[in-house]
């Protein structure tokens, strides 16, 4: 099918989406997914309190961009359903589950 150009209706949303699909953003993105991962293959290791705090920070940013990438679609609902956007919300889940104190640290370390 054919692919629909979309509508940028909130401002600064049009800026916002050539922003976050720009090559730099993309590239930060992978680097700071490369570092997540990096984190977790050493999480055994006695680095524990900067590891949570800079996974934190990892997953705070994540949110940002998610939020960010939403906006830029004017708050669609249904742009909330679209599977990379599903996906990207399972990622940082358990982070805000944590942070809520639901969570009880049991996903601490996933």
């Known amino acids: ?8 209706d909130l401002p600064f949303g049009e ?4 922003v976050l699909t720009s090559a730099p953003v993309e ?3 992978a680097l700071l997914i490369a570092i997540s991962c990096a984190l977790l293959a050493i999480e055994t290791y006695s680095f524990r309190l900067s590891y949570y705090t800079l996974e934190d920070f990892i997953c705070v940013i994540f949110i940002i961009e998610y939020v960010l990438r939403w906006y830029s679609r004017n708050l669609r609902p249904g742009y909330l359903l679209k ?3 599903i996906f990207d919300s399972l ?4 982070f805000i589950i944590d942070q ?3 969570g009880d640290g049991i996903f601490s370390g996933l």
């Open 27 to 29: 590239f930060l993105n």
């Open 15 to 18: 800026e916002i989406h050539k």
């Open 91 to 94: 990622s940082f889940l358990p």
């Open 100 to 102: 809520q104190g639901f």
């Open 83 to 85: 599977w990379e956007m």
């Open 1 to 8: 099918g054919q692919r629909m150009t979309p509508r940028f």
